[in-house]
């Protein structure tokens, strides 16, 4: 085993998740200290989770990419949400960030960048329709609904509806790992994909990747809890919309799986940036949602699910749009503007509501 420098960033970030940070002047440069550690532990996570991929074959490569950074973001967000005051629809926030982030900005500029290299790129329509389906179906019914329901006022499920919501969105993800992993592994392939990826194997052994990825992931986690409490503090003190925060979670969640498919989409492999972007997202509101679900009850916790009426308005948008983009299988510069356009309005509009 070759000892990684990079490795250096999750064992700090686990030192200072278990012992404090010591005083280095204003909070603001404490949080940026915090931040690039936790930054370099999730690189490092989904680095070795993507080693790992390496040995399994597509698309199991790609979900066990898509459940590391899961796992991180499912940790922060739990984190958070155990902080005081805490805000209440924090998850609800930075899951639909993910959403926009993926689904229009990631999206879009894989769809774009690749447009401008190769003119058009082609994927397989039965596996970007799979993804939508699950998703749209668990966003609408987790985001949109809680606002029509009677038991419980306002965007707000009752405990009942919010286990049941909890169950089916684990019981379609479930399902949709079947239909990807075993019975339509087809659909999630494509001609210029070989089956062990793109890059050359890793060196490390298996098992050496995995302890490196454990130790990564707990930098990570413990990291999580200190760094929200800085962040929450932050963002009051400057006045920021509640809404930053998901957002600042979301990207730091898919920095490394957004460098990934941008990659894959400079290859001409636009079908592993449609698996990396759609997957990831699925694996956020799929396994997101039951998980803060379940500590929101546990905790006793309000946990506000409904989106607002602006909200609602893009998030139906950015389906319909990934519907007419997805639904060709084929790909050009005009679908990638059109998303990054509504990523673009999505921004402004938490800045200027």
Do not use: W
Request: hydrophobic share 55%; charged share 10%; glycine share 10%.
């Amino acid at each position: 085993m070759r000892f990684r420098p990079q490795l250096l960033f999750p064992i700090a970030a686990l030192a200072v998740g278990a012992f404090g940070l010591p005083a280095l002047g204003p909070a603001a440069v404490t949080a940026l200290v915090m931040l690039v550690l936790m930054g370099g532990a999730v690189f490092e996570s989904v680095h070795y989770a993507d080693a790992i991929s390496h040995r399994i074959d597509e698309p199991f490569g790609t979900i066990v990419l898509t459940l590391a950074v899961t796992l991180i973001e499912v940790s922060i967000i739990t984190t958070m949400m155990l902080a005081p005051g805490s805000n209440s629809g924090l998850a609800r926030d930075t899951v639909f960030a993910v959403i926009m982030i993926v689904c229009n900005g990631l999206i879009g500029a894989c769809v774009l960048f690749g447009g401008v290299r190769h003119r058009e790129q082609g994927f397989q329509i039965s596996g970007a329709s799979a993804y939508l389906v699950v998703l749209s179906a668990i966003a609408v019914l987790a985001f949109i609904l809680p606002n029509y329901t009677l038991s419980e006022p306002g965007p707000f499920f009752s405990t009942g509806q919010l286990l049941f919501i909890s169950v089916v969105t684990v019981a379609l993800y479930a399902v949709f790992l079947f239909v990807q992993t075993v019975r339509h592994v087809e659909y999630f392939r494509s001609e210029g994909e070989d089956g062990g990826g793109a890059h050359a194997a890793p060196e490390d052994r298996l098992s050496v990747s995995l302890l490196s990825l454990l130790l990564s992931l707990g930098g990570v986690i413990l990291i999580a809890k200190k760094f929200s409490l800085l962040i929450d503090a932050s963002l009051s003190a400057a006045g920021a919309p509640p809404a930053l925060s998901g957002i600042i979670v979301a990207l730091i969640v898919l920095a490394p799986e957004s460098i990934a498919a941008l990659q894959a989409a400079k290859r001409n492999l636009l079908q592993k940036s449609v698996n990396l972007a759609l997957g990831s997202a699925l694996a956020t509101i799929g396994l997101t949602i039951p998980a803060v679900a379940v500590t929101s009850l546990l905790l006793g916790k309000p946990l506000q699910m409904g989106l607002n009426q602006r909200d609602i308005v893009l998030l139906v948008l950015t389906l319909f749009v990934s519907v007419l983009t997805f639904g060709t299988g084929r790909t050009n510069v005009l679908s990638g503007l059109g998303h990054l356009v509504i990523f673009a309005t999505f921004l402004g509009l938490v800045f200027l509501p």
